[in-house]
């Protein structure tokens, strides 16, 4: 995915997340009002359910795809190759810039099946080093992963994430 794609899907999910909310506080209001002047719940207008429980869906998947998905990221910029020391695997490492920041990612590409799959996405190292403990693990940055494991790092759901230390008042 291109970087000017993953913006407008960045900014297309907070568009359909308000439409939901929206929505869904329309369809209680008119729940409420229907159920208190009717006392019926059956009154409410199809369509508003129906459409309500898509945009809440809908929001739904583009938020984990956007928070949760490491193959939703935009390819960036090619940094480097390191290559695995028997030559099963590489990593390559790509940075970008988008509309909340710089970022790098690192991407292991099994040679022989020629599958990809993203392992590495963190905001303060746009050039992370990359370094081979093993042939199946591999120091990203400060981060260790085991690929037999199929471990990944996301600088969004780590809580010890030092890229920004806490600053001090003198």
Known sequence: MNGTLYTVLFLLFFVIAFIAIVLTVVTAKVFIKNLIKHRKANSIPKKLVVSTIVFVCFTGFLFY????????????????????????????????????????????????????????????????????????????????????????????HDPTNLCYPPTTNL
């Open 65 to 156: 795809q956007q928070y949760y998905n490491l193959e939703y990221l935009p390819a960036g910029h090619y940094n480097g190759t390191f290559v695995s020391p028997e030559g099963t695997y590489e990593v390559r490492t790509y940075y970008m810039t988008v509309l909340y920041g710089e970022h790098a990612t690192a991407i292991l590409y099994e040679k022989e099946s020629n599958k990809q799959k993203t392992i590495y996405f963190n905001d303060c190292d746009h050039r992370p080093s990359v370094k081979w403990l093993s042939e199946h693990e591999v120091k990203v940055g400060s981060a260790t992963l085991n690929l037999e494991e199929n471990e990944t790092y996301d600088f969004r």
